[in-house]
C-alpha cells in the first residue's frame, strides 16, 4: 500500500493550499483517513481524522479554517485549508487505515511522505 500525497507549497499568510493523498495497491477498504503534522519537536500531532463513516475531528488550531474530506471511490483524502497562518508552516503526513484482504479484520495504519507547507507572513 503506498499513500502520495500532494499539494503543497508556499502561500502568503491569509492565502489557501488544498492537500491530496491517494491510497494505491493492495486494498480491500479503508477506515480512517487523515492529516499529521511533524511539530518543531518531532513528533506527530494530528491536524484532521476522517472515519470512514464520515466523523471528522480537528486539532483546535485548525478548527473553522481546515477542513478534511474523503473520496471513497479513488481511496483519496484531502485538506482544503484556508486563513494559512506562519504557525502552520509543517510538513504535513498523510496516513490511512488499510485492510488489505476480505479475510482479515485487522487494518493496517499506513503513511505518505509528507508534503511541505509554508507560510509567509
Known amino acids: 500500500v503506498q499513500l502520495q500525497a500532494s499539494g503543497g507549497g508556499l502561500v502568503q499568510a491569509g492565502g489557501s493550499l488544498r492537500l491530496s493523498c491517494a491510497a494505491s495497491?493492495?486494498?480491500?477498504?479503508?477506515?480512517?483517513m487523515g492529516w499529521y503534522l511533524r511539530s518543531p519537536g518531532g513528533q506527530r500531532e494530528l491536524v484532521a481524522r476522517?472515519?470512514?463513516?464520515?466523523?471528522?475531528s480537528y486539532a483546535d488550531s485548525v478548527k473553522g479554517r481546515f477542513a478534511i474530506s474523503r473520496d471513497n471511490a479513488k481511496n483519496t483524502v484531502y485538506l482544503q485549508m484556508n486563513s494559512l497562518k506562519p504557525e502552520d508552516t509543517a510538513v504535513y503526513y498523510c496516513?490511512?487505515?488499510?485492510?488489505?484482504?476480505?479475510?482479515?479484520?485487522?487494518?493496517?495504519?499506513?503513511w505518505g511522505q509528507g508534503t511541505q507547507v509554508t507560510v509567509s507572513s
Open positions: 496516513n490511512a487505515d488499510v485492510r488489505t484482504t476480505r479475510n482479515s479484520q485487522i487494518f493496517y495504519r499506513y
Open positions: 495497491g493492495s486494498i480491500f477498504d479503508i477506515d480512517a
Open positions: 476522517s472515519t470512514n463513516g464520515g466523523v471528522t
